[in-house]
């Protein structure tokens, strides 16, 4: 099992970045992927979750209205589709797969700098 992530890369405040995570070793049809964050000197921050290619998505109140999560099951890859980004958005963006009760697999994530 393998997920990679990227897309990240600096952007101005209101801008737009596409993440994506492209999955190996198992089908998206089949699972919960999640997009969580890091931001500097802060913990983990779950963000968005989507279950069996997109059957259902689910966003924190943080960037719910502003990112959207979606897959594409043949190519097997993940999105996180950003718009009208924050500073506070500034983080290292991680997909990881979901299982009962948290994550099995992480990617090693991908930076987003939202800065003027």
């Known amino acids: 099992v393998q997920l990679v992530e990227s897309g990240g890369g600096l952007v101005q405040p209101g801008g737009s970045l596409r993440l994506s995570c492209a999955a190996s070793?198992?089908?998206?049809?089949?699972?919960?992927m999640h997009w969580v964050r890091q931001s500097p000197g802060k913990g983990l921050e779950w963000i968005s979750t989507l279950r069996s290619g997109a059957v259902e998505t689910y966003y924190s109140d943080s960037v719910k209205g502003r990112f959207a999560i979606s897959a594409d099951t043949d190519k097997n890859i993940v999105y996180l589709q950003m718009n009208n980004l924050k500073p506070d958005d500034t983080a290292v963006y991680y997909c990881a797969r979901g299982i009962v009760g948290g994550s099995d697999y992480w990617g090693k994530g991908t930076q987003v700098t939202v800065s003027s």
């Open positions: 070793g198992f089908t998206l049809r089949a699972v919960y």
